[in-house]
């Protein structure tokens, strides 16, 4: 496993995300991040609450909707 260090004062940024999924993990949310850092494919887990993820999920489908016309006019 890759360790991911994030130096300085936040806010942190990851290089753009290749795949993602999310799982129920006790009473949490896990998202699952896969990223290529140094073109090398690293993991990336974090657990979320489920009222944060509950709102990112709509902001998601918003966002994605946005970004598929827009790729659609070109």
């Known amino acids: 496993m890759t360790l991911v260090t994030?130096?300085?004062?936040?806010?942190?940024?990851?290089p753009t995300v290749q795949s993602a999924s999310a799982t129920a993990l006790g009473d949490t949310v896990e998202m699952t991040l896969s990223v290529l850092?140094?073109?090398?494919?690293?993991?990336v887990r974090t657990q979320i609450i489920p009222k944060?993820?509950?709102?990112?999920?709509?902001?998601?489908?918003?966002?994605a909707a946005k970004a598929l016309a827009n790729n659609r006019r070109g």
Request: no cysteine.
């Open 52 to 63: 944060v993820a509950d709102a990112l999920a709509t902001q998601l489908l918003e966002a």
């Open 6 to 14: 994030f130096e300085g004062v936040g806010p942190f940024a990851l």
């Open 37 to 43: 850092v140094e073109g090398q494919p690293t993991t």
